[in-house]
């Protein structure tokens, strides 16, 4: 397994150069690891990614000229995902996070195909796994892509077999329980079949009342993983032996007094995720980001007043950046300032 996006082997190069074959034949399966901004139980399950995921770009929005007064609020998270924006969040990453209900993660598969031991052909391709979570849902959604598929030379990629098996590996609390829908796991297509099938989806729904934590928060806690197994055809051996876990995902449910429906809850992985607030002009979030602005440059005119805690403060900056020797130091120009701050349930 390797990244979405990465080189294609070269037949050529393998042919001339055996040891790079056996190297790819005693390459140790990648261990399956969950996004770094993993929060909660699920964090401390399993390894987690050396690098941030992937993040969504803020979008263009319409100056606040052009706006009414009524029309001004916080944005919704996204909560749907195309294969588009997932294979070009993971051009560089392991994950994709466009909200804490719409993140995504992929891996491409290589294979080798040999007559006598000796390299004659290629195949490759990709697997994406989407998991998007609608407003006010107990359900989760897994829709997996298969893509991107390719072969060169002699091969058997057409009658190659490829079985899908996504699961809840870990629950928190272990009694809870959870009803399945969709593809029935696991399944198994030939690479001709899945060329002509967009997606397959799995859902995964928890019930309120089963949470470990307390009967108001009522938070249930898992891991996902999905994993995928390849078999050659009958006459045909292929190197490396790909298959395995491809990654992990965590999603939660809670009852939380501060989502929408309180009473029922809702699902959302859980990851840390920030919304970005801009002090830039037509930035619809200004008057917000203006006022998060001066709570921290000048918290003794935020309202209502702290005065001690604003003079503690200013005082401190003033020593930090007292000028030194007699030498007054520049003033900044300001600039825009760009928030982050955690992203609510909504």
């Known amino acids: 397994m390797r990244p979405v996006n990465a080189e294609p082997l070269d037949l050529a190069e393998l042919q001339q150069q055996p040891s790079k074959l056996r190297s790819l034949s005693n390459e140790k399966t990648t261990q399956a690891v969950l996004p770094r901004e993993t929060l909660g139980r699920a964090k401390t399950y399993a ?35 195309t294969t588009q ?27 080798v195909w040999l007559r006598n031991g000796r390299p004659v052909g290629t195949s490759r391709f990709d697997v994406l796994a989407i998991g998007t979570i609608p407003k006010n849902s107990r359900t989760i959604t897994v ?35 959870y009803t399945q829908g969709g593809i029935t796991m696991p399944f198994t297509r030939t690479w001709s ?32 993983v999905p994993n995928i197994s ?20 965590p999603p939660r449910w809670d009852k939380a007094p501060y989502l929408p429906n309180a009473a029922a809850g809702a699902a959302s992985w859980a990851v840390l995720t920030p919304l970005q607030y801009s002090t830039a002009v037509g930035a ?30 200013q005082e401190s900056q003033s020593r930090a950046n007292a000028p030194v020797l007699g030498h007054q130091a520049p003033r900044a120009e300001p600039q825009p300032l760009r928030l982050q701050l955690r992203e609510v349930l909504r």
Request: glycine share 8%; net charge neutral.
């Open 47 to 81: 390894p987690l990614a050396t690098e941030h995921s992937a993040r969504r770009q803020p979008s263009s929005d319409k100056p606040l000229a052009s706006r009414g007064p009524a029309e001004i609020t916080l944005p919704e998270p996204p909560r749907t995902m």
């Open 85 to 111: 924006e997932c294979v070009a969040g993971l051009a560089t990453k392991t994950f994709f996070i466009k909200s804490r209900y719409a993140l995504c993660s992929g891996k491409q598969f290589d294979q």
């Open 143 to 177: 829709t997996y892509y298969f893509t991107d598929f390719t072969a060169a030379k002699e091969n058997g990629a057409a009658a190659m077999g490829i079985t899908t098996k996504g699961s809840i590996t870990n629950l928190w609390p272990s009694t809870a329980a």
């Open 193 to 224: 079949q899945l060329l002509g099938t967009d997606t397959y989806q799995h859902t995964l729904t928890v019930a309120a009342g089963q949470g470990y934590d307390s009967a108001k928060t009522d938070l249930i806690a898992a891991v996902y």
């Open 230 to 249: 390849i078999k050659a055809p009958p006459a045909w051996t292929t190197e490396p032996i790909t298959g395995g876990d491809l990654f992990m995902l």
């Open 284 to 313: 619809p979030e200004r008057e917000v980001a203006l006022h998060i602005q001066k709570a921290f440059t000048t918290p003794g005119m935020t309202q209502p007043p702290h005065v001690e805690e604003g003079r503690s403060r």
